[in-house]
Nanobody, 122 residues
Framework: QVRLVESGGGLVQAGGSLRLSCAAS????????MGWYRRALGKQRELVAT???????NYADSVKGRFTISRDNAKNTVYLQMNSLTPEDTFVYYC????????????????WGQGTQVTVSS
């Protein structure tokens, strides 16, 4: 069983920074794309950033230049450094691991974390 456990959310003032972490645990052979998504209450989940195993990153326009995604493949962990936060960044942030294999020849599955609240006060 693979689990994604997020940490690092919380309350911060506008202009501040937070760093989210998401560690995948369990029997893992490889993970393809890892990423962060966010959702406001009653809204659809939206992409924040994704990163491939070789470090190629993709960002939503709304966070470019402020957020940085990174990953540690040896630790099966993905990070999201969030700078210059604004109240519009207030969401529940979810970690995603896509194409997770528990063996070399096994099937690929996708997993989500439980979400971590980020609240930015004005």
């Amino acid at each position: 069983q693979v689990r994604l456990v997020e940490s690092g959310g919380g309350l911060v003032q506008a202009g501040g920074s937070l760093r989210l972490s998401c560690a995948a645990s369990g029997t893992i052979f490889s993970i393809n794309v890892m990423g962060w998504y966010r959702r406001a209450l009653g809204k659809q989940r939206e992409l924040v950033a994704t990163i491939t195993p070789n470090g190629s990153a993709n960002y939503a326009d709304s966070v470019k230049g402020r957020f940085t995604i990174s990953r540690d493949n040896a630790k099966n962990t993905v990070y999201l450094q969030m700078n210059s936060l604004t109240p519009e960044d207030t969401f529940v942030y979810y970690c995603n691991a896509e194409g997770v294999k528990t063996t070399r020849w096994g099937i690929s599955l996708n997993y989500w974390g439980q979400g971590t609240q980020v609240t930015v006060s004005s």
